[in-house]
C-alpha cells in the first residue's frame, strides 16, 4: 500500500511538472535580468576584493574568491589550473612588487548559478620598475558555491600591442 501511494505520489508530480509550459525568451531575459541585478552588487565586490588584495599583493586572499578547480587564463601566457597553480602565478608576480590593479565591469549576464561578466583592466605598475602599465579587457566566469560568487575561468587581454620584430637584414648578392 505504502509503495503504491509513494509510485502515484511521484507519477502526478512528474505529470505535474510535464504540464509546466517552456520559458519564452522573453521570459527568459525577464528572469536573467532580475538575476543578474541581484547578483550585481556581490560580484562587484567580489572584483572590487580582487583589485584591492592583488594592490596589497595578498595572494591568499586573491586565490580565495577563485574555485578549487579554477582555471586563469593570463594575456601572453600558460593556462593555469587549480588552486596551486593560482597561488604560484601570484606568487611569482608579486616578487616584484604589486602595483595598482583596477577592474571595470562593462556587461553582467546571470543564468542561476552561472554568471559571466566582461569588463576592463587598467594595471600602474609598482614604481621603479620595468614593467610597463598596461590596460585591456577581461572576461570572468563565476559559479555561485555555498552563497558565494567565485571565479572558474578567467582570461585576459592586453590592449598594447606585442613588440615588432625587427625585418631580417636584406641579403647581399
Not at 608579486?94 to 565591469?105: D, K, M, N, P, V
Not at 600602474?124 to 598596461?134: C, K
Not at 585591456?136 to 590592449?159: C, P
Request: one cysteine or more.
Amino acid at each position: 500500500m505504502r509503495t503504491n501511494r509513494f509510485v502515484t505520489t511521484l507519477l502526478a508530480a512528474a505529470a505535474i511538472a510535464g504540464c509546466q509550459k517552456a520559458e519564452t525568451p522573453e521570459q527568459a531575459a525577464t528572469r536573467m535580468t532580475a538575476e543578474a541585478d541581484a547578483a550585481r552588487p556581490m560580484i562587484e565586490a567580489v572584483l572590487a576584493s580582487y583589485g584591492r588584495n592583488y594592490s596589497a599583493s595578498h595572494t591568499d586572499s586573491i586565490v580565495a574568491i577563485h574555485a578549487a578547480d579554477a582555471y586563469v587564463m593570463p594575456s601572453n601566457g600558460t593556462a593555469l589550473h587549480g588552486t596551486e597553480a593560482i597561488r604560484q602565478m601570484f606568487t611569482t608576480q608579486f616578487q616584484a612588487g604589486a602595483g595598482t590593479l583596477a577592474l571595470h565591469s562593462e556587461h553582467l549576464s546571470v543564468n542561476g548559478p552561472m554568471a559571466i561578466d566582461r569588463g576592463r583592466y587598467d594595471f600602474t605598475p609598482p614604481a621603479g620598475t620595468p614593467i610597463p602599465a598596461d590596460s585591456g579587457k577581461y572576461l570572468t566566469h563565476f559559479e555561485l558555491t555555498d552563497g558565494r560568487w567565485l571565479i572558474a575561468e578567467v582570461i585576459w587581454n592586453s590592449d598594447l600591442p606585442l613588440p615588432s620584430i625587427p625585418a631580417p637584414p636584406a641579403r647581399r648578392r
